[in-house]
Each structure stands twice: as structure tokens, then as C-alpha cells.
């Protein structure tokens, strides 16, 4: 299947305590009560598809690890007893809980039912596996879609054919020359980069913010969630007037919305996830950069520094090629690679979501999120990162996430989506909320 990128592995870090915990998640917010029996469908559509794989460790020193197909899947977990629809944000956060690519299984689908007669269903799955959009991919391949190519496709079932063959055997199957090659070329990649990275000098990495001071760094920090949905209409209307555009809009929001709860510096460095994909595919295809914004910035200045920022990217650490996080030992890649690509809030831009995602078998769908979770989340594991926020596209309307991640400044999701609610009507838009 391939082995795992650099990406893949600073994620696969935060499963063994190494980093801020992550979890990609998708959410469909159903008119109707959901029929189980098409869950079951969707369930087992994900348990062949890519995102039913885990991670191989290489019999090499420097070999990078390995993808295999997995066919361990959790049940799919369906709740009748309908919650309020208040308590849907909290239901949600606590659904990345115990996912592991490499020990135990990688995603999760569940479903409960709301005192509004509606469902709401979520599928999570580890960063290790998916980016935001390649979560998307895996739904909508799930779903019967047709964003994946028909080489993915292929892969796929072949792949699938072989996963239930004995796990010992597909093992021995591996050649261990491969390991030998990928370590070769690994090791010669670093050994190149390093010296050519030390005649050039290290440049000095972005310090990390100060001011989060907690007593006990092992305590359980919750973070709190917020879903408002706009029209595509409205949001580009505002947009226009302000010569900017939509993702230049949303970046001005997050901003200002983390302002609005107390931030005091006048700057706000802002990390804006770049897809780098050729082709549809399910993994971490992504890369970082960044603007700072300030209080004087408008969704047109936002939109010129975004467009010069697309044109470069964050650097490995220290100038040093990236490989060196793979050959090295994890406790030591941490260190190098921590805090890479935090920054005060992240905006990332999701994009249009297909249109097999806009109804669930005969269920419409009110409203499709896509966001990032931080289950098992400490104080000694808080990101640089005060706030994130997720758009996307789906028919007609905008769907924006908002994750807190500053315990010491918003309290709830209620005050969360207050906070985002009022910033949007200083804006001149109205919006409808989860």
C-alpha cells in the first residue's frame, strides 16, 4: 500500500502521546430519523475501503513505515434515546476517542438520534490516515461517489481480496529488500540534505506564543465546538463588497472571532493548510503556510497576503531535510518537528464537498460538517493554536467549524457560537446555527 509520508508520521506521533491529539470528523445533520439498516450499508462500505488500513513498522533502522489493509473495524454505534439538540456538540467531541492506526482500528461510525426527529451521524478517523479532504473522499467512496479514481478503485479491491488472509503470512510476504532500499535511499537523502542545510546555516525557527501557564499540565482540557451554516449567496455577497473573496472572508472571521474573546496581541499568526494534491486520494496530501493579519486588515488585504503565502510553504525544521524525522527515533523527531505549522488560529479551507454527501440514502441532510477533534486532550498537550476553523462547501450553503482550543477564555460551546454569531453580524451576516 505504500509507505507513510512525513505527515503521516508526526500524526501517527500523537497516538503515542507525542504532540496534540487529532482526529478528522465529519458530521451529516439528518431531517429524519436515520434507517440503521443503511448505516449497516455505509459501515461496511468503510470497513473495505482505504480508509480500513494501519501502519507497519519497517525491519530496517531508516525504513520508513508501511501501510496495510486492515479489515478490524469498531461496530457501528447507533444511539435511539434522542439527545437535545444542545448536547449534540458534546456528543460529537467525545467520538475520536480511542482510535489508533497501528494497534487498534483507525475510524469509527456512529449515529444518535435528536429531540428535533432528526439524526445526527458522525465518522471519525486518525489524522495518521486521512487529511480533512481525504475524509471527504473516503465518505463519499463510501457512499457510492465517484471523486475517487478508478485506479484508487482497483487498488482497492485488490487489496481488500488479500486483507483476510492471515496477518503473519502477509508478513513474510513483505520482501525485506524493499526495506533495505527505502532505507538506502532514506539514509542518503538525509545525509545529503543535513550537510547541505549546515553549509547554509540554521535559520531560526518561529517561537511558539507565551502566556499559558497551567499549575497540573496533566489535566484533561475540553475543548468546545461550534457549527454555523451561512448561504453561499450571503457569504460571497459580503465577500464582493469588501474585494474579497470567500476564503479570505473566513480567514478575516476566525480572526476576529478569536479577538473577540479576549486576545490582546494586535497581530494573529494565522496557518492556512495547502492541498497538494494531483489526483483524488485518500491520505495526508497537504502542505502549511502562513500570514500574519492585523486588527487593520480587511477580507481584501487578507486576500492579497493569502495569495503570496500559496506561493511558498513552511520549511523542515532547522532548513534540515525532512526525511530526518523518519529516521530517527520518535522521542527525537518530536522535539525536532514540535510546534511545526502551529500558529495562533488555523483556517483551513476544506473546499466543495460532493454532491453524494448532501443526503443520506433517502435522508436529507440538513446540514455536512467537516472539522478536527482533540480526544484525551491535556494541558501539557495544548497546541500553540487558541482557535481552528474548517469551511466547506455543501449546495448552497457554507458550513463553518469553529474548535476552541483557549480553555481560559471560552467556556462552552454556547459561548463559542455566540461569540461567532455576533462576530458574523458585525459583518452584516446572519447565520443558522447546529
Known amino acids: ?25 465529519g458530521l451529516w445533520r439528518t431531517a429524519d430519523r436515520i434507517d440503521p439498516a443503511l448505516l449497516h450499508e ?88 486521512a487529511d480533512g479532504r481525504a475524509l ?82 496533566s489535566t484533561p482540557v475540553q475543548t468546545h465546538g461550534a457549527i454555523l451554516q451561512c448561504t453561499v449567496a450571503d457569504w460571497d455577497r459580503v465577500a464582493a463588497t469588501q474585494n474579497g473573496t470567500a476564503n479570505s472572508l473566513f480567514i478575516s472571521f476566525i480572526a476576529n472571532v478569536l479577538w473577540a474573546s479576549g486576545f490582546q496581541p494586535d497581530t494573529i499568526d494565522a496557518s492556512l493548510p495547502v492541498d497538494t494534491r494531483d489526483e483524488p486520494r485518500v491520505d495526508n496530501d497537504l502542505a502549511m503556510t502562513d500570514i500574519t493579519i492585523d486588527r487593520t486588515d480587511t477580507p481584501s488585504t487578507i486576500r492579497e497576503k493569502s495569495r503570496a503565502a500559496y506561493e511558498r510553504r513552511m520549511s523542515s525544521p532547522g532548513g534540515m531535510p525532512e ?29 466543495t464537498l460532493p454532491a453524494t454527501l448532501r443526503a443520506l440514502g433517502p435522508h436529507r441532510c440538513l446540514g455536512v460538517a467537516a472539522r478536527a477533534i482533540h480526544p484525551g486532550l491535556t494541558v501539557a498537550q495544548l497546541p500553540r493554536t487558541r482557535l481552528s476553523g474548517y469551511l466547506c462547501r455543501i449546495a448552497d450553503d457554507y458550513i463553518l467549524s469553529l474548535v476552541s482550543l483557549d480553555p481560559t477564555r471560552i467556556e462552552s460551546s454556547t459561548a463559542l457560537t455566540d461569540l461567532a454569531q455576533q462576530t458574523l453580524l458585525n459583518a452584516g451576516l446572519r447565520v443558522r446555527t447546529w
Open 1 to 25: 500500500m505504500g509507505r507513510l509520508s512525513v505527515v503521516d508520521e508526526i500524526f501517527l506521533r500523537t497516538h503515542r502521546g507525542l504532540g496534540t491529539p487529532i482526529a478528522l470528523q
Open 42 to 129: 455505509v459501515h461496511a462500505a468503510l470497513s473495505t475501503g482505504p480508509l480500513a488500513r494501519r501502519v507497519i513498522q519497517p525491519r530496517v533502522p531508516g525504513a520508513r513505515r508501511s501501510w496495510q489493509r486492515s479489515i478490524r473495524a469498531y461496530p457501528l454505534t447507533l444511539t435511539d434515546q434522542p439527545i437535545a439538540t444542545t448536547a449534540l456538540m458534546a456528543w460529537a467531541d467525545v467520538q475520536g476517542t480511542e482510535l489508533d492506526p497501528e494497534f487498534d482500528p483507525g475510524w469509527r461510525l456512529a449515529a444518535i438520534a435528536l429531540d428535533d426527529g432528526g439524526s445526527l451521524v458522525s465518522l471519525t478517523c486518525s489524522h495518521a490516515l
Open 136 to 217: 471527504v473522499l473516503a465518505a463519499d467512496d463510501a457512499l457510492g461517489g465517484t471523486c475517487l479514481t478508478t485506479d484508487s478503485r482497483t487498488l482497492n479491491t485488490a487489496l481488500n481480496n488479500s486483507a483476510h488472509r492471515d496477518t503473519t503470512s502477509r508478513l513474510a510476504s513483505t520482501k525485506p529488500e524493499s526495506d533495505w532500499a527505502d532505507a538506502r535511499r532514506q539514509w542518503s537523502i538525509v545525509l545529503r540534505g543535513t550537510a547541505k542545510a549546515l553549509r547554509r546555516g540554521i535559520p531560526d525557527q518561529p517561537h511558539p506564543a507565551t502566556g499559558r501557564d497551567f499549575t497540573d499540565r
Open 323 to 351: 526525511e530526518l524525522l523518519q529516521v530517527i527515533p520518535d522521542r527525537w523527531a518530536y522535539a525536532l518537528s514540535k510546534g511545526a505549522g502551529e500558529r495562533d488560529i488555523l483556517c483551513s479551507n476544506i473546499g
